[in-house]
């Protein structure tokens, strides 16, 4: 399998190649030639496979640069019961009726970032071992994904972390999570700022490309094409649960930010994988569901971006949304580049509501979207609760709530649980008059010593720090 770019590179690339990248040289987004295809005879196998056997298999479809012994060691290592809390790692349950919800939270910092970034930790490790290589990977934070990188490269040889967030902004649980990490090889920075002070330092030490080589300078952002292969197969994985035969169809809600995770059950579906529906949920920063209802995509400003009680979704424009409209204009390069470099950077919008393709994006793709904002959050997780039980977190009950407003009679409809309540704890009780219960594993941390510099929003300081912590 050969990767090219969203904005018309067709050099030929293998996986590793694009591994330990980001964008492009030509500014575009990584993607596969083509979608491989699995036929009926394979669907019936692999509903048979424990989940890193079934993880091996999507896999092995699109790495062909990694011996096949190595591959499935590395997905044995990483998917396993101890890491993932269950032998199944994504269990459905039943909300109500055709109504089901995938846990994909159970990893080593209960949201669903843990299932790719496992899985690029240990990718990681084996490709620079194999080269004789080291990493330095520089991140901005406002809280999901930072920890979820470092527990994923904690420990691990080659790899350096050097995570940024805004100092005192993240919830107590989520800084007791990163800073409690006492490996010397993770590295936390809290900056004297907000997350735009962070994200502008990484793109600071990022831009001086001189160092960004001299102290070899990654990240692990989710336009890593990486990540978004590994979260394919938990569709797979769910779909199995949900269906008892191939021939049946299953839907899926997801709640968005980046475009990354539904971008994941769109390159699914495009194998073949009898999706009906990939219904896009986002929270009041509606990016996404604008485009999907109108065929206008409009960035937001940082001052019309909100701040939620879903911040996981809370972005101003969706970084992995190329992809699709690299598939939605027929896999064209040249109109990419125009739609996302040319028209984005003018006029921060572009409109593909006359185009037909747009025009049957539902029945073609199967997107459909919708929108949830704060008080349908209270209101769903209160719900959810009274019917169930259970408590569920923030940005799965969006999610929640707009699949509700997609069922279709007949059609399982799965929901991805984004994280687990415990991380927005503050909202559960807003909507439930309590707390939601602790992991074990979890009690007590906010009073564990802390491992973590402060620092001026300062891109040379933080050069600086990098620079005496690489040895
Ligand atoms: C990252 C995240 C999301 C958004 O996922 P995307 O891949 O960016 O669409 C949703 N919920 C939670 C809890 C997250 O951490």
Redesign the pocket.
């Known amino acids: 399998m050969n990767y090219l770019s969203t904005r018309g590179d067709k050099t030929p690339r293998k996986f590793c190649e694009i591994l330990l990248e980001g964008l492009a040289p030509d500014g575009g987004l990584y993607l596969p030639e083509h979608y491989p295809q699995v036929s009926a005879a394979t669907l019936s196998a692999w509903r048979r496979l424990p989940y890193a056997d079934l993880a091996f298999e999507v896999l092995s479809l699109y790495i062909d640069d990694i011996p096949a012994a190595d591959l499935k060691a590395i997905c044995q290592k990483t998917y396993t019961q101890e890491v993932f809390g269950t032998r199944e790692i994504v269990p459905v349950r039943q909300l109500e009726a055709g109504l089901y919800l995938q846990a994909l939270?159970n990893g080593p910092t209960l949201?669903?970032?843990d299932m790719a970034m496992q899985l690029l930790g240990n990718l990681f490790e084996y490709e620079l071992a194999r080269r004789g290589e080291e990493l330095n990977i520089l991140g901005a934070t406002s809280?999901?994904?930072g920890s979820a990188a470092e527990y994923a490269m904690r420990g691990k040889k080659g790899v350096r972390v050097f995570m940024t967030s805004p100092n005192g902004r993240m919830s107590p649980f989520q800084q007791a999570q990163m800073f409690s990490l006492m490996d010397e090889n993770i590295h936390n920075i809290a900056v004297d700022g907000v997350f735009d002070d962070c994200q502008d330092i990484v793109k600071a030490v990022s831009n001086d490309l001189d160092f960004k080589r001299q102290y070899k300078i990654g990240t692990v952002n989710?336009i890593n094409w990486a990540r978004l292969m590994a979260q394919v197969v938990y569709y797979f994985a769910g779909y199995f649960q949900a269906s008892a035969s191939n021939a049946e169809e299953v839907s899926f809600t997801?709640?968005?930010?980046?475009?990354?995770?539904?971008?994941a059950g769109h390159v699914a579906r495009m194998m073949g994988l009898p999706i009906a529906q990939l219904v896009v949920a986002t929270n009041e920063n509606d990016v996404l569901d604008e485009f999907f209802r109108t065929g206008v995509y409009r960035v937001r400003s940082s001052r019309d971006t909100h701040e939620t009680s879903?911040p996981?979704?809370d972005?101003s424009k969706?970084s992995?949304f190329e992809r699709f409209v690299f598939d939605l204009t027929g896999r064209d390069g040249a109109q990419t580049k125009a739609l996302f470099h040319d028209q984005l950077n003018a006029t921060g919008r572009f409109d593909l509501s006359a185009s037909s393709a747009f025009q049957s994006a539902a029945k073609i793709y199967g997107f459909v979207s919708g929108k949830s904002t704060h008080a349908d959050r209270l209101a769903t997780i209160k719900s959810v609760y009274k019917q169930t039980g259970s408590m569920i977190?923030t940005?799965t009950a969006d999610g929640v709530k707009v699949a509700r407003e997609h069922l279709q009679p007949g059609t399982p409809m799965v929901v991805l649980e984004?994280?687990l309540p415990i991380?927005f704890a503050e909202t559960i009780e807003e909507a439930l008059g309590q707390l939601p219960p602790r992991p074990a594993r979890f009690e007590g941390i906010e009073a564990l010593p802390k491992r973590v510099r402060v620092m001026p929003p300062d891109a040379a300081l933080i050069k600086r720090y990098i620079v005496e912590n690489v040895h």
């Open positions: 939270s949201a669903f970032k809280g999901d994904t989710s997801v709640p968005s930010g980046n475009f990354g995770n539904v971008c879903s996981s979704m972005i969706a992995n977190d940005h984004t994280a991380k």
